[in-house]
């Protein structure tokens, strides 16, 4: 162990007496992932670190125990029961660093030993059964000392009396059957007979099974000694020898206090017992061990009393969401309260955990409840009470992510760590107390942060005194009233005001002088800004003023707390370091621990660029590329010596979402726009189809510079030809080169400043030929400092190539370049690259030629991206500039544009 892990290791130790008391948060990530090589992976194919559709669950004496099969058809059935030792060795202290030694470093766990399987890659099932075979096994339980499996498609249960130490180790009892050899499920009086156990728990010496097929829970009072041992105590019926109606659309069960339909599990405390009734979706809660035979529960979660069973039963138990347009009230689909086919129960007398499998989430109350039908206190696996991501036909298509659960079957606890199979993601999820929370969307595009929804009123025509105008957005009036010698100026700013002056409004809105215009800005940042309305409307109807709207509601917000690989992010929260700390500019690495923080993404520790109590910059790695989400979260050293953790937020990973620079200020804000070069410049355009002996000409003032096209050539050799006829000609005034994007050839004066600004220029090709040559100006143009930044005392011009700084561009189109960028390291510039997807802009709101993008040579996740302006574009101090690849488009930013026509023609 090197030094300076030592140093982490003893700080951490240091700590464990010093921090804070840890908590779950409601909708907070898991922090660790077993069964599958991301969060986001969902592999099929059973090996030693791939689970398929997991099931029961188990902890005990540092020992993780798995039922690799499950009852509700998520697929495959490894029919397997693996076993975990040194599960701390897998879970690692909470506030301790994480070893950094793979690609998902939070992905952890490989099993000692198997059983119901001779190795970790077969899931056959065994044509006769036998005290080694297993057949669904979908429940798990042990006490530390012996073994019990719920072997649900033989009815039967298995119990080892020690724990196993080989693989395939032979049971040494079975119960539900006569002997080792049969499995078949009984007809007619059911007595000590099983049919598809779901469900079994050791507690002391007591050993609990839920026979679901059967509606009951069985309880050996004392462990059993011999096969097919009869159990003690029946709970859900009246004896033992009751028959179970099993078609229940031909019999209707009214639910009671003593009775139970297909009930998945039973687990106790020491001193309680919890039971998921499934098919009432109820949990029942016993406050003493049961004694005798059909003993009626005292508590029922999930439903407001003992004779309700109705799925997410809302009314009973859920707090009105208001007053419906019949007068009656409303109620949330789902709350705190609710469940739906409730799969597991589990409590160490002082929390208790639901896996509320229909709803697909996790329900955790932070003291035992004492009133039926209370509410939980929190959520794992959801956002919220009233959310359901994974069911709802709101969010189609959502994949598996750190934060989201389908269907969870089981789960068990170390005190820390709460384990829950994840049947239909193939996983196990490790949620972890945590000391402090993270917001959910804390995660964001650096440069971007936020993507505003935008919209503009223009104004035109005549004022006359005592006109008004009227401009509602969202159901808001903001009027104004023209008074003497009003001007568009004033107009525009009274309006403003009006608006920014309501603070419960859901827009802002800034003043474009040269254009007349008012720009409206949706004040929350986000896709739900572009279902903001708005109109206008004047009075008297003949007034000769104009107002002219750029769409009926704003557009152009975007989630930019959805990430591509490679991007400067920037997470947001409160206490996130105790020192705020910048990594040096010049850093050719940027380091992975900084001012006593670091930042983990499926375990991986991201560079970090800065540090402070509300903000932490750094890198997402490029690593994220295999993935579609991930989970971040922060160990913080405080100056004391505590080490603390956030909860874990899951952050969507997307192919790109470029974001620009800007400076800092409301939004859109004046963006990191430079000009490109102190040399006049401009752009010819090879399109269309290489064809022999077609003749591509390039003229510069009266010189022509012509290629005929030769058997095999594409655009791109057409374009390199004419760039070397330009070249070879030492008198030329113009150099020529190619550009970073399609097949244009970009000229640039030989002499800085005014003395190439004006050069003219124009291509053509011969009659009938398919090779296309367009000059996308008259003349090179715009000189300018190359580097400097667009101001308005240093306005861009049309038709200038302007340089805009992003970041988020995704990946590469190369395989070899994308191989030869580090993550954390400054690029150097070798190999040339550019982005997988196609960058497009608009500028001024028209289409901006993209003439170059790629990584920033001696930066680390910098694109710069060159932009060739449409040369009609009018003066506008607040030029609006976007950038986009495929459907995601950047934030909006501003820049300076002067036209010179508009002062020769005012």
């Not at 005549?462 to 969202?474: F, S, V, Y």
């Not at 009027?479 to 009003?486: A, G, L, Q, V």
């Not at 994220?624 to 405080?638: F, G, K, P, Q, V």
Request: proline share 6%; net charge negative; glycine share 8%.
């Amino acid at each position: 162990m090197t030094n300076l892990r030592m140093k982490h290791l003893m700080l951490w130790l240091a700590s464990v007496a010093l921090a804070n008391s840890a908590e779950f948060y409601s909708g907070q990530a898991a922090r660790l992932l077993i069964g599958q090589r991301t969060f986001t992976e969902q592999d099929p194919t059973p090996s030693a670190v791939v689970l398929g559709g997991v099931g029961g669950l188990a902890y005990a004496n540092n020992k993780l125990f798995v039922a690799d099969s499950n009852p509700v058809g998520s697929t495959p059935l490894n029919h397997r029961v693996l076993i975990y030792n040194n599960l701390d060795s897998i879970t690692l202290p909470v506030s301790a660093p994480v070893p950094q030694f793979t690609r998902c470093p939070a992905c952890r766990g490989v099993p000692d030993l198997v059983l119901g399987q001779t190795d970790f890659t077969k899931n056959e099932v065994k044509a006769t059964p036998s005290a080694a075979a297993l057949r669904s096994p979908t429940a798990v339980a042990s006490d530390g000392n012996r073994l019990a499996v719920a072997d649900t498609d033989n009815n039967r249960v298995l119990l080892w009396n020690s724990i196993p130490s080989s693989n395939t180790q032979p049971a040494n009892i079975v119960l539900g059957q006569e002997n080792f050899t049969t499995g078949t499920a009984p007809r007619g009086i059911p007595g000590q007979r099983m049919r598809g156990p779901q469900g079994v728990w050791i507690q002391d010496q007591r050993l609990f099974v839920a026979d679901s097929g059967h509606s009951r829970v069985l309880i050996w009072n004392s462990f059993p000694t011999r096969n097919f041992q009869p159990a003690d105590i029946v709970i859900g019926q009246p004896d033992f020898n009751t028959n179970v109606e099993l078609d229940l659309s031909r019999t209707k069960i009214d639910p009671k206090d003593n009775n139970l339909v297909n009930p998945v599990s039973v687990t106790s405390d020491g001193q309680r017992i919890y039971v998921a009734d499934l098919g009432q979706n109820r949990v029942l809660i016993w406050n003493s061990i049961p004694t005798r035979n059909a003993q009626a529960a005292d508590l029922v979660l999930g439903q407001a009393d003992f004779v309700s069973q109705a799925a997410n039963n809302s009314p009973a138990v859920c707090e009105s969401n208001g007053i419906g347009s019949d007068g009656k009230p409303g109620y949330p689909r789902t709350c705190l309260a609710t469940m739906d086919f409730p799969r597991f129960a589990l409590s160490d007398g002082k929390r208790l955990f639901i896996a509320d499998g229909g709803n697909d989430r996790v329900l955790v109350y932070n003291s035992l409840p004492l009133k039926n039908g209370q509410a939980a206190d929190l959520v794992l696996g959801q956002l919220s009470g009233e959310s359901n991501r994974s069911s709802d036909s709101a969010f189609p298509g959502l994949r598996a992510s750190a934060d989201l659960l389908r269907t969870p079957m089981s789960l068990a606890w170390d005190g820390v760590n709460l384990f829950v199979s994840d049947t239909y993601n193939r996983r196990i999820v490790v949620f972890s107390l945590h000391d402090q929370p993270l917001p959910f969307t804390a995660v964001r595009n650096l440069a971007s942060r936020n993507v505003f929804a935008t919209a503009s009123v223009t104004l035109g025509g005549t004022i006359k005194e005592g006109d008004q105008i009227t401009i509602t957005i969202a159901g808001r009036e903001y009027k104004y009233k023209f008074i003497r010698d009003d001007t568009f100026a004033n107009i525009l700013l009274q309006m403003a005001n009006l608006i920014n002056a309501d603070q419960d409004g859901a827009v802002t809105a800034s003043v474009i002088p040269d254009l007349r215009a008012l720009l409206i800005t949706a004040r929350a940042g986000g896709e739900d800004g572009n279902n903001i309305d708005y109109t206008t409307a004047k009075s008297p109807d003949d007034s000769a003023i104009t107002l002219t709207t750029s769409g009926a509601t704003l557009t152009g917000g975007q989630n930019a707390a959805r990430v591509a690989a490679g991007t400067l992010i920037t997470v947001f929260g409160d206490n996130l370091a105790s020192t705020t700390v910048s990594a040096p500019k010049d850093a050719v690495e940027l380091p992975r621990y900084l001012g006593g923080v670091r930042l983990y993404f499926d375990g991986m520790e991201a560079p970090l660029l800065m540090v402070s109590p509300t903000q932490i910059n750094a890198q997402l790695p490029w690593e994220m590329m295999d993935a579609t989400s991930s989970n971040a979260y922060l160990l913080i050293e405080r100056p004391n010596g505590a080490a603390v953790t956030t909860s874990p937020v899951a952050v969507p990973i997307i192919p790109q979402n470029p974001g620009i620079f800007a400076t800092d200020g409301f939004d859109p804000r004046p963006g990191v726009v430079t000009h490109f070069s102190d040399r006049a410049t401009g752009t010819v355009s090879v399109d269309g189809t290489a064809n022999a002996n077609d003749k591509a000409t390039v003229v510069i003032e009266d010189r022509e510079y012509t290629y005929t096209v030769q058997t095999g050539d594409d655009l791109a050799k057409i374009r390199d030809a004419i760039v070397g006829l330009i070249n070879a000609n030492a008198d030329e005034k113009v150099e020529a080169f190619s550009a970073g994007v399609f097949t244009r050839i970009r000229l640039r004066a030989k002499q800085p400043g005014d003395a190439g600004n004006g050069i003219v220029y124009s291509a053509k090709s011969n009659d009938g030929a398919q090779v296309i040559m367009t000059a996308t100006t008259p003349a090179l143009c715009c000189a300018n400092t190359a580097g400097a930044l667009i101001t308005e005392a240093n306005p861009a011009l049309p038709g200038e190539t302007i340089v805009v700084t992003a970041t988020g561009l995704g990946r590469l189109k190369s395989g070899d370049a994308q191989a030869a960028i580090k993550t954390g390291i400054q690029y150097d510039g070798t190999p040339l690259n550019e982005p997988n997807e196609f960058v497009s802009s608009l500028a001024g709101g028209k289409t901006a030629n993209v003439l170059y993008a790629a990584l920033k040579p001696g930066a680390i996740g910098i694109y710069e991206v060159h932009l060739e302006l449409n040369s009609d574009l009018p003066t506008n101090s607040k030029t609006q500039v976007t950038i986009a690849q495929d459907i995601y488009v950047s934030n909006v930013v501003t820049f300076a544009l002067k036209n010179p026509k508009d002062e020769a023609n005012p």
